[in-house]
Structures are given as structure tokens and as C-alpha cells.
């Protein structure tokens, strides 16, 4: 029988918990194929959020640390520091990244740290069931925001990966998603291009991917993916937001 | 007397970054804030030299998290602070209890509560002993009284947090940081130090991945984890307690404090000992655990009265004086707060007092 299949190495053979139609199952798919390809799982170290994939540590097979909401940054920072050469990589949500962690990974990103940070906006808070979150759009309903998120009330969405593209610190940002397959190829080579940032030394590197939450969104998986490209890829461009050839 | 020993004359907060560097602290991670900011500004120039990694970061949450960082991927590491900052430190510091990293934090207490004062106090007593973040935990805690004994400790802190694997706490005051003391380096006793194997620093070949968390979602495994902690502060309690107690055998008064007043204390110890009165002194070196057996003992004394607790707070350390004591004998309390340091006169014409009322 010949294989033409199989799950990444870079993943343990374990149940994930996610929701049907979450993006978050590929998007660890993707980076453990990524440390897999570049023979990175046996030195690569993970940082982990707050959020659905604060579990996440339960399913890559390289060695991994679950950090206080928001912190992720800080956490990747110093294992960064100590362990130079290594691939150090954190895994964080919007309301990780974007609201709680604000300070954390704006000065990870002036200070230039060389890892490389993967954001996963779906724009809502999905593990503690569906609040507002700083990237929900305009317009879009939320457990915290029932008439929907307003901008004389909550101000516009966050657009991070612009944010942080202001720091000499950053070398490299793109935004993807992984709403179909071609979306989802380009953001694995986004993926890879990020830590062979890291690897050469460049700088710090982040790929926001905008991610479907199905279940907060009250949609079905397809419409989901849907939703995600015809309104949050409008607000959030998709694309290198800034690449810095020499570090 | 030896006279060969060279004495330096060191600040104390410089002699404790000296000490963590001596120790092998590998990162040092904080933010500025009266009166422990030698720290930093010390280990920013000589930590790297050492071969180690000096952060001055964002906040004060950055720098106990970068900690963690340090300490889950195997590296020893410390932060500094004083007590608002301090205070922010405490979500890190019970993360670090729960994912059982070691670690390393310096104290040195101001006046509070809010922005409070940059006065020395000793007002984070609660705070330091009783955990301080959210969840049934602990954390070691020494109360150096000198430099000498800052140095020694910050060297052994590091020791302890690597065997027991949880954060241990220097806690000082604004004195101690500032005051200038000579000093003798001398190595520390070598203790056995666990294996780090535990540690997420990259598999290299290791047949599993390490996960450090602080979460445990089940309750069952919750429950479980919080047990494990809770035999675990049971053998530091048994193990690692420690006190000075100087002249408390038949004595008719003790005066317990910790810290810059214990020093004070002395004095007036020796004022009140010219005047005929018998005073002993107990001073816990480790506030948590707190020496509540050996003090019980102490009190049982039927040449004790009372006992007066000393403290630059409005009464926290005598708490845990009372509940040593179990209402065998009268436990009295004399504190200055605010940034006020309680004086030699003070103390011994509150000792005075209270004799003359037990009597």
C-alpha cells in the first residue's frame, strides 16, 4: 500500500478538542509540517496561549510551555535569549495577542526578538464563549457586544500586523488565512518563510491567519470560511505586509 | 580572630546582583522602581559580562513572565522589584508555583498601600508569606536582616528554588537595599540539585516532548496537583524553617522581629539588659515557612511574660507570632509605618511598658 497521506511528525498521534470548521487544527498542521520540513521538532520550542488552543502543548510533539494569558511574548522572549539557536515560535489568539498582551508583543517586536509569533485572529473570544474581541468587526454581534461592535463605543478593529510592521524590530509580516486550499498553501509557505527569518537571524517574524470560529460565529463551517473571506479578508488585507531583506 | 578575611564594603542591593551572578543566575529580567534599582542597573553591566542575559523590560508582568520563560526552558533566573511592582509580579509568581519552575525574586519593601512611599517598610508581609497571587500556594521566603546575610541568602535562594522547584522570595526592605555594609564572599554549602530533566528546552532526542503548564482543567487531577503542593511545603517546612534567637533562655520578655527592626531590637535589648531586665530575641530568618514550633517552646518558658513583635508594618509577622504562641502568654505589637523606622527607645520603652503591666 502505497502512503500518500499522513499526519505531520510534528504532531502527537492525539485527539484534538476544537470545534468542527476551526481553523485551528490546520493551522497546527501547518506549523508542525513546517518544523517537520525544516527537521526543527526535536529542537523547536513552543509557547502557548490563552484561549481555545491553550492545549496546544497536548498535541505538537516538540517541547512546549503554556504561558499566562497574553504573555507569550515575554515567555518566548527569555527561552529566545537562552536558547539562540533554536526555533522558538508563539501560538497566540486575539485576545491574547491584541488585548491582554498588547505591551508584550509590541516590545518583543521593538526589542526585534528573533522569534516568530503565529496570531490567530478570528475575531472573537472563542474559549470563554464568543465575547467581543479588539478584532471583531464592525457591524459583528458578540456575547459582550449584542447589538453588534460599534465604532463610536468600541472604536475599529485592530489591525496588528500593520501595528507591529511600524517596529524596526519586525522583519517579516504577512496576513493569510486558510479558508480554502490555495489560501491555505500560501500560508504555510508564510509559515516557513517566518521561521527561516528566525533561523537566519533576521529579526522578528509574525503570520496573523484569519481563522473561522464556526461555532461563536453562529455559522455552519462553509459559511464560515465564507463569512471570513468576503468580510474579514475586506478589513484585514491578506499579503506581505512588510519584509525586511537584511536584518 | 582570622585576620586574612578581606571585608568589602558593599551596597546592598549591588551585593545582591553580586551574589545572583556568584549563584550562576543566568538572566536577570526587571523594571525600574525606588529603592531596589542598583539592581538592575548593576546586573545591565555586569550580568553579560558573566555570560548572561539582561533584560529591562516592558513591565513588571513582562519580567516575572520572562522568568517563567527562563526557568520552564531550563536556565536560572531572577527579578527584582519593590512592592507595587511586586504586586504585579504575583500573577507570574503563582503561575510559577503551578507549572513548579524555579526562580528567584527580590523584595525590597516601601511603604504602601498604592504608590505608598519609597521609605523603607515592611508592609508586603501578607502579601510575601501567604502566597499573594490567586491559589493555595507558597513560596520560600528569607528575610535577610544585613548584606551579609542578603548575599548569602540570594545565593542559597537559588539552591532551594532549584531543589524544590517553585520561586523563592528575598524579602528586604528599602534599608537593606540602600545601606551600605562590609561584607565577606565566602562560598555557600553546596546542596544536591535535582535534575532538570523535566524542563522544555528542546527535545534533543529525548523520547517525549515536555509541556510545561499551570493549568489542569479536570478537577480530579486539579485536586490532585494542589495535594502534591501541599506535601511539598510540608517538607520545606520540616526541613528548611530557620531562626537566630540570641538570650532567650530564662528570659523574661521576647522580642520577635524580623529585618531592619530586628536589628534595632538588639539595641535595645542591650538598653533594657544594662537596666536588669532579661530580654531574649527571636528573629526568623525564613518568614514563610515561620518558626512557629520553636517559638511556641520559647514562650512555654515560665520565666516568660509576654512577647513584643516588632515590625515596620501595622502588625502583620504578629499574626503568625499568635498563632505560634496559642494565647500561652500575652503577645503585644509595636509597629511604625509609612517609611517611619521604629527607634532603639522606642522599642525598649514599649518592652518596659508591657513588663510593668504583666507583672
Redesign the interface.
Known sequence: MTTVYRKSAGL?DRELHYCPGCSHGIVHKLIAECMEELGL?????L??PVGCS??A??Y?????????HG?AP??????K???PD?LVVTYQGDGDLASIGT??I??AAM?GEKFTTVFINNAIYGMTGGQMAPTTLLGQRATTAPHGRMKEIHGSPIRMAELLSTMDGLAYAERVCVADIPHLNKAKKAIKKAFEVQLAGKGFSFVEVLSACPTNWGMTPLEANKWLLENMAAYYPLGVIKEVEEG | MDTTVEKELWKGNEAVAEAAIRAGC??F?GYPITPQNEIPEYMSAHLPEAGG?F?Q???E???I??????A??G?R?MTSSSSPGISLKQ??IS?MCS?ELPGVVVNMMRGGPGLGTIQPSQCDYFQATRGGGNGDYRTIVLAPCDIQEAVDMTQEAFDLADIYRMPVMILGDGMIGQMMEPIVWHDIPKRELPSKDWC??????RDH???????RIDAPDSEEFNRHLEAKYKTIAEKETRWVEKDTDGCEIIIAAYGTPSRIALSAAEELEAKGIKVGLFRPQTVWPFPSERLAELAAQPSVKAILVVEMSLGQMVEDVQLAVKGAKPVRFYGRVGGMVPSVEEIAEEAEKILQEVR
Do not use: P, W
Request: aromatic letters at 6%; a neutral charge.
Open positions: 502527537q521538532i526535536d529542537t523547536a520550542i509557547v502557548c491553550v492545549f502543548g497536548n505538537f510533539a516538540c517541547d512546549c510551555i503554556e504561558a499566562i504573555r515575554a515567555v518566548a522572549t527569555a527561552v535569549r537562552t536558547h533554536q505591551a508584550e509590541v516590545h526589542r | 543566568k538572566c529580567f542575559v533584560i523590560s516592558e513591565s508582568l513582562a519580567a513572565n520572562m522568568v517563567y520563560g527562563a520552564a526552558s536556565v533566573a500573577e507570574g503561575a507549572g522544555a528546552s528542546g527535545r534533543k532526542g516532548s515536555n509541556f510545561i503548564t499551570s493549568l
